[in-house]
């Protein structure tokens, strides 16, 4: 029990971290996070679908259609990270979260937050959603760090962003995805060092 309450702890920390780095520095500027995140942009510039809504429903649909391939456990955190990364976002649209900053300083905070955000979820074995979902099955099968099948996977959305709304949200995405798989690898590798403590043995001494 102790163990699965950790589990879904760490979900949630990464949710709203990737929640964060997309309302707070990446969706203002128009700049996708992802697949699923290019998707929910495009549907808010054609249709005015709330992010937070566009965003849950793109990727609950991807999620469905690979159910098969991640198993029952890994899909319910993965429903359960969706549903969080969502919340996160529609939390950080609130006007007290609003502010002003030059894009490339939220550039590469969004990177960051989102490389550590995403990072997590695939740790714990779990999708962030989208894009994800098909990355996370790569690694699964293929043994790879989940970083480089992500932004392959990604770059098609981007260009269909980019030629939709403006190019330059191209180079601005794959900067993004440059950046935030880094840290993902970094993330998802890393091995945390085992602490080992002394053994304490008190003698009593001779009288």
């Known amino acids: 029990m102790k163990q699965l309450i950790n ?23 128009s700049i996708p ?10 549907l808010n ?5 709330p992010l937070s809504i566009a965003l849950w429903a793109v990727n609950f649909s991807l999620l469905v259609a690979a159910i098969y391939w ?13 549903t969080m990364t969502s919340v996160s976002v529609q939390l950080f649209e609130l006007n007290i979260f609003v502010h002003q ?4 300083i939220d550039i590469l905070l969004g990177s960051a937050t989102l490389g550590i955000g995403v990072g997590m979820l695939l740790r714990q074995q779990v999708s962030n959603g989208g894009m994800g979902v098909l990355a996370l099955i790569v690694t699964k099968y293929r043994n790879v760090a989940p970083g480089k099948p992500l932004l392959l996977l990604n770059g098609f959305i ?18 993004v995805q440059f950046i935030s798989t880094k840290l993902i690898n970094i993330v998802y590798n890393w091995r945390f060092p085992r602490i080992y403590f002394p053994v304490l043995s008190i003698r009593k001494k001779k009288s």
């Open 158 to 175: 981007f260009i269909l962003t980019g030629s939709i709304i403006q190019w330059i949200i191209v180079l601005e995405a794959i900067f």
């Open 101 to 104: 900053a030059p894009i490339l």
């Open 45 to 49: 510039y054609w249709f005015g679908v």
């Open 70 to 82: 991640l198993g029952n456990a890994s899909t319910i955190g993965t429903m359960y990270a969706i």
């Open 33 to 42: 996070s992802g697949g699923s995140a290019g998707i929910a942009v495009l």
């Open 7 to 29: 589990h879904y702890l760490l979900i949630t920390c990464g949710s709203f971290i990737q929640g964060m780095a997309m309302s707070l520095f990446l969706f203002p500027h």
